[in-house]
């Protein structure tokens, strides 16, 4: 199980989801550009001292994440408010990767066509959305739920 955000903008959401990643032994997937430096003191801070904890890979753009994970086969599984299936619903695999678009706009249409499947978090009707990095907790205690029960 792999988690991957295309383009954040929020470095508090990152470390923290870096920082969750790190704790459930979860590679990270960071796709250019990301709306702040690797540097910034709360990307920092909210991801403690767990980032050198953490494998985290960076692709320069969408074309290169793409391309590496077309090479290794994996499936890509977008969390998105446009989805009517429940992540609930969905069955993960061991070698899925979890994807959580920008905070302040998603992703494009050529990401959306190329996930493999789009699933959502159902929330209450007039709301939003949940923060990126409760969704990913969620989404990714869901998965891991599912496949460590089927081996």
Not at 10 to 19: A, D, H, M, S, Y
């Amino acid at each position: 199980m792999q988690v991957a955000l295309f383009q954040p903008d929020i470095p508090q959401n990152t470390g923290t989801i870096l920082r969750l990643c790190a704790c459930l032994d979860v590679a990270a997937h960071i796709i250019e550009p990301a709306g702040f430096p690797v540097s910034d003191r709360h990307f920092r801070r909210a991801g403690m001292d767990y980032l050198d904890r953490v494998t985290i890979m960076r692709h320069d753009s969408w074309s290169k994440f793409e391309q590496w994970r077309s090479e290794k086969g994996y499936r890509l599984i977008l969390f998105t408010t446009t989805s009517s299936g429940s992540y609930l619903d969905y069955r993960y695999g061991a070698d899925d990767i979890l994807l959580f678009g920008r905070e302040s706009a998603g992703v494009p249409h050529e990401v959306v066509a190329a996930a493999d499947a789009r699933v959502v978090i159902p929330i209450k009707p007039g709301l939003r959305s949940l923060n990126v990095a409760v969704a990913a907790a969620m989404a990714l205690g869901e998965a891991l739920r599912q496949t460590s029960s089927a081996s």
